[in-house]
Nanobody, 123 residues
Framework: QVQLVESGGGLVQAGGSLRLSCAASGRTFSSYAMGWFRQAPGKEREFVAIISRSGGITYYADSVKGRFTISRDNAKNTLYLQMNSLKPEDTAVYYC????????????????WGQGTQVTVSS
């Protein structure tokens, strides 16, 4: 089992940057594929980015490709999401999630979730 705690959210102007972090408890962080997902008000939670256990493979939603970068530091049990060129439509609660068995964009496959961190982008 793993516990996840996100941080780094906040209010930023359009065009600005934020870096989200997700701290994981336990000694087996490197055995989990990790993902970032987001949920805007009135909308369903959606895929943002995922990263393989070693960090060597990443996938992004088309809406964030070229602007966001997912990375992980297995020695520090931490997942990151660097967000650049932010847009008002990026406003959402951002969640990190861990998948012990698969490597997938399907949020229904993720067993462990953080509590979320709010990102608000003003125009």
């Amino acid at each position: 089992q793993v516990q996840l705690v996100e941080s780094g959210g906040g209010l930023v102007q359009a065009g600005g940057s934020l870096r989200l972090s997700c701290a994981a408890s336990g000694r087996t962080f490197s055995s989990y594929a990790m993902g970032w997902f987001r949920q805007a008000p009135g909308k369903e939670r959606e895929f943002v980015a995922i990263i393989s256990r070693s960090g060597g493979i990443t996938y992004y939603a088309d809406s964030v490709k070229g602007r966001f970068t997912i990375s992980r530091d297995n020695a520090k049990n931490t997942l990151y999401l660097q967000m650049n060129s932010l847009k008002p439509e990026d406003t959402a609660v951002y969640y990190c999630a861990a998948d012990p068995t698969r490597f997938t964009k399907d949020l229904r496959e993720y067993d462990y979730w953080g509590q979320g961190t709010q990102v608000t982008v003003s125009s």
